[in-house]
């Protein structure tokens, strides 16, 4: 191309360049060049949402629903803080967005101009790497490498500030093909030779348990994981970011481990001898008491970020990778080298696992006359047959979502793991649904967090996004009162919430309302919101005062929990 | 006291880049005891030395995460090499009557050298590595000093002697 072309023109040019569709955005003064040039692009399909958090968010759950990178564009100054919480979101759960903020003008950045923020000051710490293009010769370039950093090695979010100048400037552009990147060359193949350490010291174990996280949905490792630990039968767990990575119904899954885990598979943990962790990272939130976390195994830690690998605890087979390289390799080695069949070797230690299922399972106290949370979990799975994509908001929510919905597929779960930004769900199921349109999507939500970005009704009623929305309405903030309940002899300091009528809500958006407040109310309204081709909100009127059982109180050991 | 460790950044130059170095250390709780920094023969190169102390672990983290910043082109703990390590300080010491001639015999005892005179001072540039340093300061600290700037360290890798 010998043409010149605006700053705007090269952006547009860009995105369809990195494959992109849709991009969740909000305009302003600086970015009316962009927005202007938007009229022009067929092939670009431009959201508009209500905040620029719900942005950030829509394009998160659109990258994790789809894999592919989500796409956010806020204006400069309060447009681009708006969108922090979202970068934070998705920084903390290695989630490749793409988030555009418009800028002053070159000459005018350090004047406290109008609308001016030092976004990439602030975004600093919580983005894998951002940038202020300067010059719009550098404009092409800039976000080519910025869409391949967000996706390549650990994934992340990348913000990249244009100035209205850049924007209105004009040049004859390159379109760089390849990138190079002197300082940056994740390491994807992992060593054969930790590798083949690594499978000697797993069958060797007599107690062996894998500890899967995240990684494994990022880098589409779920079969490869489940072909694995299929082979040799061995017990799996999982963090909340990395459900669905394995299928919920095989016998061999524990369930979620650490805070809110099961008996089960905090047992196994506790006793294992070789832990072979996939892709996660030894969050606080899964390990309690460190000391105490699997004290008497060996571990194995797979991982393609190295500085997540014995930054909480030491290990003894790093494997620095990508997850489903270094589970093909296992693979392979277990296919070239015949094995025992190990459920006779480990068959006392999978009893044990077996018994530890059957002393403690997941469950609740069922009621006749009150609607219990979990329940409504439990129909919406059977309901889908487990095959929707489901978004959750934060606290009680999230953590019942995680326990009861028995997910099947990795890329069906999109929750904000690492910060728990209430507020998320929704707008994030806005995100899977454009990503996957003719998919069932339902944020299991609470009645406090829906309404941190309820905004975003009118524009799932405008985009004929037919989102469904599950509130577990308890009238409080349900996860602090929980604690409060348990540690703070009952003083219900603010976690009693007030919340608007949904069913009206909805009803004012445009949107469709029902409501259940008896058990038996449940089942029909979960059927009428998935016959009804439109968002929908479902107010579940739930016990109030229910508590997520099994809990490991803070700072305890993962052993020491909770169990009603 | 935990060990002290110089580190050896090699980072693009462009803006921002050293914020993003130090914005590491004070997000996560790392200390930096000493920074210097400058461009290398190729622009677009700078080197970084900075020392920091920790135990292994928090080591192996700062250099994991120097190492993962995209700007971040090589990073080498000099400490764990035979290398050689020098800091600089500028000192202006009170120095009448009978002390001035304390003042300069330290001076050339430390290889010190003076680059300012008035008829009450001596500024004097010392060179050493930290022991050095805290030692000579040290003493000129009993005859009274006015005015101290010192710089970070600066460490090099030793050659390989065949
Ligand atoms: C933005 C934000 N503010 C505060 C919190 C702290 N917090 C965690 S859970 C929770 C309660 C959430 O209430 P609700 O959405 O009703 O969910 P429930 O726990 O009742 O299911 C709060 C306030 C948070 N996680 N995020
Ligand atoms: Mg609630």
Redesign the interface.
Known sequence: MTKKMTGAQIFMECLKREGVKHIFGYPGGVVLDIYDELTRQPDIHHILVRHEQAAAHAADGYARASGKVGVALVTSGPGATNTVTGIASAYMDSIPIVVFTGQVPTALIGNDAFQEVDI??IT??CT??NY?VKDINRLAYTIHEAFH?ARSGRPGPVLVDLPKDVIQASTVPKFPEEIK????NPTYHANPRQVKRALEMILSAKKPVLYTGGGIILSNAAEELTEFARALQIPVTSTLMGLGGFPGDDPRWMGMLGMHGTYCANMAVANADVLIAVGARFDDRVTGKLSEFAPHAKIVHIDI???SI??NV?VDVPIVGDCRDALTQLNELLKDKPHRDMTTVWGQWLDTVEDWEKKHPLTYTWSDTTIKPQYVVEKLWELTKGEAYITTEVGQNQMWAAQFYKFKYPRRLMTSGGLGAMGYGFPAAMGVQMAKPDAIVIDIAGDGSIQMNIQEMITVVENNLPVKVAILNNSFLGMVRQWQQLFYERRYSATPMVAPDFVKLAEAYGAVGLMATRPEEVEPVIKEALNTPRPVIMDFRVEPEECVMPMVPAGKATTEMLLA | MEPRHTISVWVENIPGVLSRVTGLFSGRGFNIESLCVAETMDPEVSRITLVTSGDEQIIEQIIKQLRKLINTIRVVDLSELDHVEREMALVTIKAEDKSRAEVLRIADIFRCRVVDVSPSTYTLEITGNHEKLEAVLGLLKLHGILDVVRSGALAIQRSKKE
Do not use: A, E, N, T
């Open positions: 990439v000051g600093r710490p894998k790497h202020l950093i990147i002197k300082s940056y970020d190295p500085s014995s930054k030491v």
